[in-house]
């Protein structure tokens, strides 16, 4: 077998500030190569989409971010986003037995409607102006009762919650590390179109009629796909084409 490019490189941490800062920095210092994966047992600052911050339980979560650098990646890193909830959802699959898990867009994995983990895909350049990504993951995996009250309050549960049942981390950070690199290796290659239908198909919106707040006007219509640079197709109501939307919070229409 070929050597595994996501995973050639694991490094571990009994503490963080957040996994993702720590990529950054030790890409920035060219201390660890592409594939490379870096986690913690905990994070005192973890970090969640749009600077909010994520709950770190010590021990009881998966918390992990990998390097990746993909050429022409800063257009395309919602669609690195969508590889990995792609990959994560598949190893739940695989470990639980369940099916229902989706993709809430863009970064929340969700079971029957219930977020336990979240993925955050970064991208900076470097000193030579190159573009590299850092794509996090976070997941609660083996909380108590009284750790599940405290990310209830950011409408969170934990997958031993959704399932009744404790899970090796181990076990799940190997599957999602695996399905992760099949996956990024197709990416890279430049394998886009023909997996793309494959990648966005948990993802909660599509085919669904929603609406979405576009600089403080709610459009209304329905989510056909998305594109090669990872922008969603949505077809409105109100005009006859179709708009491209990279970022935005979507509403199920009832």
């Known amino acids: ?6 995973g050639n490189k694991i490094y571990l941490y009994k503490k963080l500030d957040s996994t993702n800062s720590e990529v950054t920095r030790q890409v920035l210092k060219k201390q660890i190569k592409e594939g490379s994966v870096i986690i913690a047992e905990n994070q005192s600052k973890g970090k969640g989409r749009n600077d909010s911050d994520w709950i770190s339980i010590k021990g009881k979560g998966v918390y992990l971010s990998v390097y990746l650098n993909p050429r022409h990646v800063l257009d395309k890193v919602t669609l690195i986003n969508l590889i990995a909830a792609y990959s994560f959802i598949e190893a739940m699959k695989e470990i639980t037995g369940l099916d229902d898990f989706k993709l809430t867009w863009p970064n929340h994995i969700t079971y029957k409607g219930q977020k336990f983990a979240s993925i955050l895909a970064e991208s900076f350049t470097d000193f030579d102006g190159v573009g590299k990504t850092v794509l996090g993951l976070g997941a609660y995996v083996n909380l108590s009762a009284k750790e599940q009250d405290t990310i209830a309050e950011k409408g ?3 997958l031993n919650a959704i399932c009744d049942q404790n899970f090796n981390r181990n076990h799940i950070i190997s599957k999602y590390l695996n399905h992760l690199n099949d996956e990024y290796v197709k990416f890279k290659n430049k394998e886009v179109n023909e997996n793309l239908d494959r990648w966005v ?27 090669d640079k990872g922008k969603l197709i949505f077809s409105t109501e109100e005009y006859d084409k179709d708009l491209y939307i990279r970022y935005g919070d979507f509403i199920i229409s009832q």
């Open 201 to 227: 198909q948990y993802l909660d919106i599509l085919n669904k009629h929603v609406k979405i707040d576009i600089d403080g006007i709610i459009h209304k219509g329905y989510v056909k796909g998305i594109t």
């Open 156 to 158: 969170f549960t934990s």
């Open 1 to 6: 077998d070929k050597k595994q490019l996501v």
